[in-house]
Nanobody, 116 residues
Framework: QVHVVESGGGLVQSGGSLRLSCLFS????????MAWYRQTPGAQRTFVASVTPGNILLHETSVKGRFTISRDNTNNTAYLQMDDLKPEDTAKYYC??????????WGQGTQVTVSP
């Protein structure tokens, strides 16, 4: 059974950086598309970035040039490097692992809070 566990969230000032990690277990990591989503209270979970097994990257428009998704198939981990953070980036960030058209597996999330 696939599991993903997020880490690396915290409190940072505007303009600061954080790196989120998503540790994958339970199957062959290299075959999964890994993605990051975020959610604020009362709102829907929204897409942030994804990386395919072939290392094709996709970033949501508002984070392009500031956030970078990557994967390390040796360590079964996906990362989200977040630079130039803004207060509007404050959210709970979730990792998703998917190997087909279904919804995939979600982690419990990690909170990111950016102060003005």
């Amino acid at each position: 059974q696939v599991h993903v566990v997020e880490s690396g969230g915290g409190l940072v000032q505007s303009g600061g950086s954080l790196r989120l990690s998503c540790l994958f277990s339970g199957s062959e990591f290299a075959k999964y598309t890994m993605a990051w989503y975020r959610q604020t209270p009362g709102a829907q979970r929204t897409f942030v970035a994804s990386v395919t097994p072939g290392n094709i990257l996709l970033h949501e428009t508002s984070v392009k040039g500031r956030f970078t998704i990557s994967r390390d198939n040796t360590n079964n981990t996906a990362y989200l490097q977040m630079d130039d953070l803004k207060p509007e980036d404050t959210a709970k960030y979730y990792c998703n692992a998917r190997d087909g058209p279904d919804t995939g597996t979600w982690g419990q999330g990690t909170q990111v809070t950016v102060s003005p």
